[in-house]
């Protein structure tokens, strides 16, 4: 086993774009093969509906306030969470999951993901509401997960 050759941080000039607009920046975890880590960057307004289809996720908030809404999207229920610095909230694969920044603030988060996030966002499905018509391809999956 290699040991790392020091501590990593998110870098201000590596940011991508996650498929519901909030600003990524990746954090390398040499040596871990089983999850990810970036920071996110949410400036005020809102983020659209998402849902991972395998991947677990942890958002633990560095600092700011964050409304955090997750659902099933086969029944619509959801439940808004109100968010701040040291708090953390868990989404099992196949919740939908979308985030408000209310302001006036940058929240600044933390996401945890494990199997790690694939770069090219295939397990990231983006809805237009937490009660979707998800395509029947989507269905099989979910009910089979």
Do not use: K, W
Request: charged share 15%.
């Amino acid at each position: 086993m290699a040991l790392p050759e020091g501590p990593t941080r998110a870098l201000d000039a590596f940011v991508v774009v996650a498929p519901d607009g909030i600003a990524v920046h990746p954090i390398a975890l040499p040596g871990l093969a089983n999850l990810s880590l970036a920071e996110g960057r949410l400036p005020p307004g809102d983020f659209g509906v998402h849902l991972h289809r395998s991947l677990e996720q942890i958002t633990y908030v560095l600092a700011g306030r964050l409304v955090v809404t997750m659902g099933d999207p086969a029944t619509g229920q959801t439940r808004g969470y109100h968010c701040a610095a040291g708090d953390t909230i868990s989404t099992p694969p196949r919740t939908t999951l979308s985030y408000r920044n209310p302001g006036p603030d940058l929240a600044r988060v933390l996401f945890i993901c494990a199997p790690p996030y694939p770069a090219d966002d295939s397990d990231t499905l983006t809805l237009d509401r937490h009660h979707a018509d998800i395509p029947s391809a989507e269905r099989g999956a979910q009910s089979a997960g």
